[in-house]
């Protein structure tokens, strides 16, 4: 006999949910195929901001929590912490701008290459 756990189930039910609510105004609002994947690409490409301000925001409550904290063992910990931070906000600065720089040196801007017809 199968049992069922009913919070497993929901949990699932959940993320099936949100991926739904996600995706649900770029398949609305797509005309065509290439409608489709363009709302994708421009959904997609908010992610690399949103990731670093999340980053920033992490480390600014890490610089609080290491300035609030007394016992040595923390500070520490705070201290790795906000090192990899930062390495994470350079990192994602830096890929972003060489992205930028690539797309810029080889005219690859949003143009779409010509589609051959037969």
């Keep these: 006999m199968i049992k069922i756990n009913f919070l497993t189930g929901m949990k699932e039910l959940n993320k099936l949910f949100v991926i739904s609510l ?7 609002f797509a005309i065509d195929f290439k409608g489709f994947i363009g709302n994708i690409i421009k959904q997609i490409s908010v992610l690399p901001a949103f990731l670093t301000g999340l980053a920033v925001i992490y480390l600014l409550w890490n610089i609080v929590k290491y300035i609030q904290s007394g016992d040595p063992k923390k ?3 705070a201290r ?12 994602m600065i830096s890929v972003w701008g060489l992205v930028n720089l690539l797309v810029n040196t080889f005219q690859l801007g949003n143009t779409m290459p010509p589609v051959p017809t037969s």
């Design 22 to 28: 996600a995706i649900f105004p770029t398949i609305a």
């Design 75 to 77: 500070k520490d910990e």
């Design 80 to 91: 790795e912490v906000i090192t990899y931070s930062l390495i994470f906000i350079f990192v």
